[in-house]
């Protein structure tokens, strides 16, 4: 099935549709003249539904705090919702009294509040490097999969839990993070090698660039296949739901690395949203508006490298974050990566979160794997704003 949505994506990221179209005709449009202020507003664009970008950052923004809130509360042992709120001000170093949120601190401290960040880093991180790619590719098809730093995570992962004897002489204290250590370096250099693959001759082939990932790509999932057959049930158990992705067993050690990296690159990238909508006319126009296209481009393949490859260390493979928030986001306020970059974050983290509760919830106290429930929950959601988008 994963290959079958690789494919599928790959060729989108090839053909085109015509949102692409859109988008180029809107960036026509916004740099008239070499200026950067838009011409013509990104709400004219045809297939958005005229959502204002401050409406919709108190929109996202409250969802995210009702996400963080209820993530707080609800689980196999749920929590009134003042009694979390109290306990979550108190953790923060709030003078609230304490009487009768012993239980409740503890819960918070030690297992949902480091999963609710984790879950924030995490949608946050994946949202941000897909609308990097599709803005790299010119194309809301992409994927941040594309250049193989998922697929470079899921081997180095692999190689980590089937054959985690080979590292047996490495220090006990670094047990804990073999497994991200493994999947994060994974995929930093599978992501390399598509990149230099990509290069020639000083220029960077966008077109060579997303042959070579989906042929690595194919590589390394062949590869991760092997080892799941040379897996015995208790390891095969490991990566199969490794490979799901899941936010449980979160904890602060894990979660600042993460932190670090997703901060960084939520900090560069939307410094870039005026170049990434340079991007959208073609490179050569973009270049004549003065952009560095090709540091530009090792920029977004390096931040989507980072970006990805700590979250995938961090919670495992949650697939679709990347490929229908940004999308989502569009289809609300128009290709305007000035709005597009920060409004991907509140979307994202905020997908994450639900698809989350629904995991703890569905068949509690048993737990689903999270990228089952982005699939189900982000999929019909986002058939129906295209659907309504192209009405």
């Not at 989108?12 to 916004?30: P, S, V």
């Not at 730093?149 to 985690?164: H, K, P, Y």
């Not at 019909?380 to 988008?389: A, I, K, S, T, V």
Request: aromatic share 8%; net charge positive.
């Amino acid at each position: 099935m994963q290959a079958i949505i690789k494919w599928w994506l790959a060729f989108g990221a090839i053909a085109g549709c015509r949102e692409y179209l859109d988008c180029h005709l809107y960036a026509r449009e916004t740099f008239k003249g070499g200026c950067y202020a838009p011409v013509r507003s990104p709400y004219d664009w045809p297939m958005t539904l005229l959502v204002k970008p401050r409406a919709l950052f108190i929109g996202l923004s409250l969802l995210c705090l009702l996400a963080i809130w209820l993530s707080l509360a609800l689980g196999p042992v749920s929590l009134p919702l003042f009694d979390t709120l109290r306990a979550a001000l108190r953790l923060i170093g709030l003078p609230i009294a304490s009487d009768g949120l012993e239980q409740a601190e503890l819960i918070l401290g030690q297992i949902r509040l480091p999963r609710t960040l984790l879950g924030l880093a995490v949608g946050g991180v994946l949202a941000l490097s897909g609308v990097a790619m599709q803005g790299l590719f010119r194309n809301p098809l992409a994927d941040p999969g594309l250049v193989g730093v998922s697929s470079g995570a899921a081997l180095g992962a692999a190689i980590a839990i089937v054959g985690g004897s080979v590292f047996g002489g490495l220090p006990e204290s670094f047990g804990p993070y073999l497994l991200s250590v493994c999947a994060f370096l994974g995929g930093l250099g599978v992501t390399a090698l598509v990149y230099r693959l990509g290069r020639r001759n000083g220029q960077t082939s966008v077109a060579t660039m997303l042959l070579a990932g989906i042929a690595l790509t194919a590589l390394a999932g062949s590869a991760v296949g092997l080892f799941t057959y040379l897996a015995d049930d208790a390891t095969l158990r490991t990566l199969t739901f490794w490979n799901l992705g899941s936010l449980n067993g979160a904890s602060y050690a894990r979660l600042w690395p993460l932190l670090l990296v997703s901060t960084g690159v939520a900090l560069w990238l939307p410094r870039r949203a005026k170049a990434l909508n340079a991007l959208l006319l073609g490179e050569s126009e973009a270049g004549h508006l003065g952009i560095d296209v090709e540091g530009l481009k090792r920029g977004l393949v390096f931040c989507t490298a980072l970006g990805v490859g700590a979250a995938v260390a961090a919670a495992g493979m949650i697939g679709f974050v990347g490929l229908v928030v940004p999308h989502l986001v569009r289809l609300l306020a128009g290709p305007d990566h000035r709005v597009l970059l920060p409004a991907s974050v509140l979307a994202g983290a905020s997908l994450l979160l639900f698809a989350d509760l629904v995991a703890r919830l569905a068949l509690a106290p048993a737990e689903l794997p999270i990228g089952i429930v982005t699939a189900f929950i982000g999929a019909p959601f986002f058939l129906y704003l295209l659907l309504r988008g192209r009405a």
